[in-house]
């Protein structure tokens, strides 16, 4: 019973693709985000989702949108990927806004060519 | 911006010695969370502090918060194997729970 899972765990793709990544939580979380992790591992956020309304859009280029269908998913979806998008992409979630700990996804490893 | 530095960036000791990862940031932090994360997995919550000065244990590891809520670190006593990985913290931003990540420590042991 995976709390937090991601699809693919892997995408490899050609530049100039739009691809999407799906994430889903059966925690009964309110709070979900998805998180950056380069190849130095540094872990920045990208967005946060609360009861399926937009609360944290970080700088993030407009070409990538993230979706929440309902409070248990998190989709992000990329058009036009570029060679700098190349990162595992993590989804997250947590009980409420503050003070809580977050449950990561395994992550998906994005490679563009 | 606030930003949260860690040091060391890697640490490579042998099987049985301490370990120690620092924590600070150039703001007053409202609470300090630390994770850790496997080679190839991913982020795994250990723990968080609230309060000034508080020091929480987890059998080998040692948590700190400092006086002034803006720098923490973790204590591992005789390190083991399974406790290869890369050691995060993690503070909030403003009044979400947006959480500003450590560059981390890499902690490498050897048998």
């Known amino acids: 019973d995976t709390a937090v899972s991601q699809t693919p765990k892997y995408l490899v793709t050609q530049m100039g693709n739009d691809k999407s990544i799906k994430c889903e939580q059966n925690?009964?979380?309110?709070?979900m985000y998805w998180y950056k992790q380069d190849s130095k591992k540094f872990l920045k956020i990208m967005f946060s989702?609360?009861?399926?309304?937009?609360?944290i859009n970080e700088t993030v280029p407009n070409r990538f949108s993230p979706k929440s269908p309902d409070k248990a998913h998190l989709n992000l979806h990329i058009n036009s990927l570029e060679l700098g998008d190349s990162a595992v992409y993590f989804c997250?979630?947590?009980?409420?806004?503050?003070?809580?700990?977050?449950?990561f996804g395994p992550g998906t490893r994005l490679t563009v060519l | 911006g606030q930003q949260v530095m860690q040091i060391p960036q890697y640490q490579h000791v042998q099987e049985g010695e301490d370990f120690t990862t620092y924590c600070n940031s150039s703001?007053?932090?409202?609470?300090i969370q630390w994770y850790k994360q496997r080679p190839g997995g991913h982020p795994v919550f250990l723990i968080q502090?609230?309060?000034?000065?508080e020091v929480k244990k987890q059998k080998r590891l040692t948590f700190q918060f400092g006086e002034a809520k803006k720098n923490s670190s973790l204590h591992i006593t005789a390190t083991q194997t399974t406790d290869v990985g890369t050691y995060f913290c993690?503070?909030?931003?403003?009044?979400?729970?947006?959480?500003?990540f450590g560059s981390g420590t890499k902690l490498n042991v050897k048998p």
């Open positions: 997250a979630s947590s009980r409420q806004l503050e003070y809580n700990e977050q449950f």
């Open positions: 925690l009964g979380h309110d709070t």
């Open positions: 989702y609360n009861n399926k309304e937009l609360i």
């Open positions: 703001t007053t932090l409202s609470n």
């Open positions: 502090l609230v309060k000034s000065g």
């Open positions: 993690a503070g909030p931003r403003d009044n979400f729970n947006k959480f500003y």
